[in-house]
């Protein structure tokens, strides 16, 4: 490959096959283990500037949050070790208890980091919805075993779910 500075545009063709209205009822939403932490997320373009530039170091990135609005993007390699640090994110508010309607158990210490580690390259494909320009993005992490991306644009909400790997 060789650098230039032309442009080149690139057009995939992804077939789509709408659903019609009469059917939506034999489609369910894929059930979501009650979450250890929901948060928002930083701004969408901040988060894939930062993803893009570790993609090139690993194939896997560790998401960290916690219920006090902080989130950690890291990676770790043989060779290096990087950490992106967000604060002052926020945490929804899911109501009392634990169960998925009510979100997080609130009897868990804010300052403890639950963690999950993901393909990069599913993140980053997430994050190329930042098109939609979201007017909320939230982040639900399960502990060790997935993420659930959600991002709300007026009446329309795309979920998004990330499994772990080890």
Not at 11 to 36: G, N
Not at 143 to 166: C, G, K, M, R, T
């Amino acid at each position: 490959p060789t650098l230039s500075s032309t442009s080149r545009v690139v057009t995939h063709d992804v077939p789509v096959e709408v659903i019609p209205r009469s059917l939506w009822h034999e489609f369910k939403e894929p059930s979501m283990p009650d979450f250890d932490v929901s948060i928002y997320l930083p701004p969408l373009k901040t988060m894939k500037n930062v993803v893009d530039r570790m993609k090139n170091l690993s194939n896997f990135l560790v998401m960290e949050a916690n219920l006090s609005g902080e989130m950690n993007l890291k990676i770790e390699t043989d060779l290096v070790s990087v950490t992106t640090h967000f604060k002052d994110l926020g945490n929804p508010s899911w109501g009392d208890g634990a169960s998925q309607d009510g979100g997080p158990s609130q009897s868990r210490d804010p300052e403890v980091m639950v963690e999950v580690r993901v393909d990069i390259r599913k993140l980053q494909q997430f994050l190329m919805g930042q098109q939609v320009n979201p007017s909320k993005a939230m982040c639900n992490i399960v502990h060790q075993n997935v993420v659930h991306l959600i991002l709300l644009h007026e009446d329309v909400s795309l979920q998004y779910f990330i499994p772990a790997v080890a």
